[in-house]
């Protein structure tokens, strides 16, 4: 059975490991990343972290109630990565690009820990604070409640969906990127105009495009539904 969370008034009282290093949420989140960005999902263990952090891993448990807890702060400060700083201006289409672009840099920052977290609801405080923003935008911007929660399902999914895929991508070798890149050189735009008319005409737009992420686009197409079915001109 995992030790009980102790309470943050008596983990500042803890004296430091060996190496003199005083544990924290924090400390141990950012060692956590870290690993996950050096050694990807399998090199994340207790052990591992106890070794990188020069501490017994059992003592990870006074912070955190298993490996799946820690995972869910990952996810959450990823999310306080995204917002620090970010402060709305009163202009819903813009708040909400900068809000879906923020997280999504955050999460393909770190494309190890995107992987692990971005299908998850952590329930902690940067993730109900983002949740809060988007909401508000969308009320403020004049949005039913029912159309909010519409619009905010649709924001939220496509942003952690793309962050996702795009994760995905670069947590491959840097072979594996370089040859999947390649293909639409060396095997698109060879397609003849008998057999594949339309990739052959598209061939040097899908060269340029489909090596970045179609996440901005995406956004754009989603607020300017939004926009519609708000009534209003798009800004």
Known sequence: MPKPVVPKEKRRRRRPTRSGTVLSEQLIVETALRLLREHGSTGLTARRLGLALDCDPSTLYRYF??????TLAIGDALIGQALH?????????????TIGLRIHTAYVAHPQAALLTANRVTGRAHELAADEAVLDVLRAAG????ETVRVYHAFIDQTLAFAALDAASLALPSASQRADE?????TYARLPRATHPRIAEAAPLLARRMVTSAYPTAL????DSAAGRLGVQAP
């Open 182 to 186: 390649d293909k639409w050189h060396s």
């Open 143 to 146: 949005f039913s409640v029912e």
């Open 220 to 223: 754009e197409m989603l607020l």
């Open 65 to 70: 109630h298993g490996m799946d807890d820690l």
């Open 85 to 97: 700083g970010w402060r709305p201006t009163g202009r819903w289409r813009a708040d909400l690009r």
